[in-house]
């Protein structure tokens, strides 16, 4: 089984699209929103796929800027090309998966995620274009993503890590 996870962004987006039993990438990317939701139209990234999700916003009584609404709006796109029916998934959620704190930043994360899959790895396991690594070809939102497809495949299986 194959799962896809989406961390949306107003203009780019990161995504992940993994093995859910041995939780390795096969295909990760951060692209133009545009771009993305063709491949999901399309079926580039949603065909053959059973599981999918997409991080959700959640308000925190705080004020926020025309860019998390714009974000929302690519999220309903999202959800609507890929025909999956992708879960909305709080950031929250994520992070209590991984970290076990709700106060978790993205450098926890990425650091759980490294510790779990490429321990003593150097570069943090991205390896290099000779010699690629679990997480080579990662940056920016597509860590995010990935943190995504891992919880999402540990809750099918019904791991905590």
Not at 10 to 21: K, P, T
Not at 45 to 60: K, R
């Amino acid at each position: 089984m194959r799962v896809l996870a989406i961390d949306p962004g107003n203009v780019e987006s990161g995504y992940a699209l993994i093995d859910a039993e041995t939780r390795r990438p096969i295909e990760v990317g951060k692209i133009a929103n545009h771009e993305l939701r063709g491949a999901l139209l399309d079926g580039q990234l949603s065909d053959g796929i059973e599981v999918g999700a997409i991080e959700m916003v959640a308000s925190y009584g705080m004020a926020v800027g025309k860019e998390v609404f714009e974000t929302c709006v690519w999220i309903g796109r999202f959800i609507e090309a890929s025909g999956l029916g992708l879960a909305p998934i709080y950031r929250r959620d994520v992070k209590l998966h991984h970290c076990g704190s709700a106060k978790a930043k993205d450098a926890n994360i990425v650091q759980a995620l490294v510790d779990r899959f490429a321990s003593g790895e150097p570069n943090r396991g991205k390896g290099t274009k000779a010699e690629p690594g679990f997480f080579y070809g990662f940056r920016a939102d597509i860590w995010q993503a990935m943190a995504l497809a891992v919880m999402v495949a540990d809750r099918i299986e019904g791991v905590h890590p």
